[in-house]
């Protein structure tokens, strides 16, 4: 095999389904980081060496460092190509988290070219018609209950912190998302909730790795989508039904944020540009939501167990 095609394929990440190729110092493990536990709780499905002869828009020149530090970023060089040149010590929870989001951060940029959305602060569920629930929700607002709520009675927990989505066909689909669950220990006492964990942060938050848990293709249609804001105290669930110019507000929200460095990362986000087609891409996707979630898209009010209930046991 000719020796730049054998380097094409060890040098790529594929997350969420977009490729991007790297460059630079790598042989001291810089790539293996993204597939720590810690990067794969933000990163959807990191697989390396998948192999960039299938295509990729991004390429990042990485060299050894302590601090991470972007030294260079041009977008869409040739109406294509973003291009960065970084200096990052490799991966690691507490020590180098920088690298996990700024990739993150360009694979979303990537991904938005080609119309698949990295949706932030988000968790995706299939139910019993094997249909996904959408979970949108800023930090601390029941994401992770409502995952670890449905894993524990045996539904298909799609996605855990960011999740992928594309129109095909005409739908709404999930096609990646995160698959490590990390939840408060509290929360499983309150809902009595017995399930099984494989690890501990530092700071006593238990891990669940359901990449390890489920060996199912991440592919379902989007039957509805609920902004939540739930908490242990609250009452019974209160469903708002979302209409008109808010849709697109929310949508634009969780959809765009990762691109435009509203998920923070040291020494501070990259602010990404929209390209001609980012902008053809984003408005497609959220005029198809307003067009076809108005009564599919809720805010939801109320304490975990009622919400989960609502949304996976009613007829």
Not at 53 to 76: A, M
Not at 272 to 301: D, H, Q
Request: with cysteine.
């Amino acid at each position: 095999m000719d020796k730049e095609v054998v380097r094409m394929l060890q040098n790529c990440v594929l997350v969420g389904g977009v490729n991007i190729r790297f460059e630079g110092e790598l042989q001291d493990g810089f790539l293996q980081g993204f597939q720590h536990t810690f990067s794969r709780r933000y990163l959807p499905e990191p697989i390396l060496n998948e192999g960039c002869l299938s295509g990729y828009n991004s390429i990042v020149e990485r060299y050894r460092g302590i601090e991470f530090k972007v030294l260079e970023s041009k977008y869409d060089v040739d109406g294509v190509l973003d291009y960065f040149k970084v200096v990052s010590d490799i991966p690691q929870p507490y020590l180098n988290e920088s690298p996990v989001f700024f990739l993150l951060q360009v694979a979303a940029r990537g991904g938005a070219k080609i119309g698949r959305f990295f949706l932030t602060d988000s968790v995706a569920v299939v139910d019993s018609n094997g249909e996904a629930i959408l979970f949108l929700g800023y930090p601390h607002t029941g994401k992770s209950t409502i995952a670890l709520m449905a894993y524990s009675k045996g539904f298909e927990v799609l996605s855990t912190e960011n999740t992928v989505v594309e129109l095909r066909e005409g739908k709404l689909h999930v096609v990646g998302g995160t698959k490590v669950l990390v939840y408060d220990p509290w929360v499983a006492r309150v809902y009595n909730i017995k399930e099984t964990f494989s690890e501990e942060t530092k700071h006593g938050y238990r891990v669940v790795d359901l990449a390890k848990a489920t060996s199912k293709a991440v592919d379902a249609e989007v039957r509805s989508i609920a902004v939540l804001h739930s908490a242990v105290g609250c009452g019974n669930a209160s469903l708002v039904p979302v209409k008109g110019r808010k849709i697109t507000k929310i949508l634009w929200y969780f959809t765009t944020a990762l691109i435009k460095g509203v998920d923070f990362y040291e020494p501070n986000p990259l602010d990404m540009p929209f390209s001609t087609n980012i902008e053809a891409n984003l408005r497609t996707f959220l005029s198809y939501i307003v067009k076809n979630y108005e009564g599919k898209i809720f805010e939801v009010f109320g304490n975990h167990n009622s919400i989960f209930n609502e949304f996976f046991f009613k007829k």
